[in-house]
């Protein structure tokens, strides 16, 4: 079993940064996918930015090249995501996700584990 726990989110005003977090534990060796998706109410899940550590590859959507960035700390078990320049767009939950080969673009429904969800508000 595998336990995801995001953290960092919070409000900020456009223009401002945040740094999510995402802490992984138990069996998490089979996994070669890492990364986070959001959802607004109403809507689809979106997938915002994947780390494919097989190859060190990432996947961003394009709504947000340029202004985030994932990374990796193997040594803490912890995937982040960098957000700058944030847009009131950008609000909603923000969800970590785990899985094995889920694909590119990545699928929401290929990702086999999910963190509970922490939320991002960006105000004009």
């Known amino acids: 079993q595998v336990q995801l726990v995001e953290s960092g989110g919070g409000s900020v005003q456009a223009g401002g940064s945040l740094r999510l977090a995402c802490a992984s534990s138990g069996y998490t060796s089979s996994l070669n996918s890492l990364g986070w998706f959001r959802q607004v109410a109403g809507k689809e899940r979106e997938g915002v930015a994947v780390?494919?550590?097989?190859?060190?590859?990432?996947y961003y959507a394009d709504s947000v090249k340029g202004r985030f960035t994932i990374s990796q700390d193997n040594a803490k078990n912890t995937v982040y995501l960098q957000m700058n320049s944030l847009k009131p767009e950008d609000t909603a939950m923000y969800y970590c996700a785990a899985g094995r080969w889920v694909g590119y673009p990545p699928s929401q429904y290929s990702f086999d584990y999910w963190g509970q969800g922490t939320q991002v508000t960006v105000s004009s």
């Open positions: 780390i494919y550590t097989a190859n060190g590859g990432a």
